[in-house]
């Protein structure tokens, strides 16, 4: 696989995790947008495009993050522990919320992936301190993004 194109699109809350967004194209063929660059404790790292798991209410039947605590559309009061399954127990490691909607399944293509984007977007912040520094047009997604949104 190659990588033959990064697109980054810095964000503008410097206190944010969420440092940017990346778009890859893959053999000048095939692009993924909405990856991200999270700052972790580890430093910077690469979050694939992914989404928001779901579950339906068990009275309407309607769809609801499995974070939310109501329904949005009938409003019962939905069991806040659901997203930890069976055990309910929070202690036992991390629930998912999330799930990759595009990603490597092997670690030397992650690395890859991480390797290219992670320069990429060293070379944009750095860009990014030039004056008159114009950010490239890149649509991003809805700020929708949640701190624990860090699988790594
Ligand atoms: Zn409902």
Do not use: W
């Amino acid at each position: 696989m190659n990588i033959t194109e990064v697109r980054v699109k810095l964000t503008e809350a410097k206190k944010n995790r969420l440092q940017a967004f990346c778009s890859i194209t893959i053999d000048n063929d095939f692009v993924v947008r909405d990856l991200k660059i999270i700052e972790g404790y580890k430093g910077a790292f690469v979050a694939m495009p992914s989404r928001k798991l779901a579950d339906k209410c068990p009275k309407c039947n309607s769809k609801n993050h499995l974070r939310s605590r109501f329904c949005n559309d009938c409003g019962a009061k939905l069991n806040d522990k659901r997203a930890l399954g069976e055990s309910g127990d929070e202690s036992k490691g991390k629930f998912k919320l999330y799930a990759d909607t595009a990603h490597p399944i092997n670690s030397k293509c992650r690395d890859e992936i991480e390797q290219k984007v992670l320069a990429a977007y060293k070379e944009e912040s750095e860009k990014a301190k030039q004056p008159g520094y114009k950010p490239p047009a890149m649509e991003v997604p809805d700020l929708d993004f949640d701190e624990d949104n860090t699988n790594s």
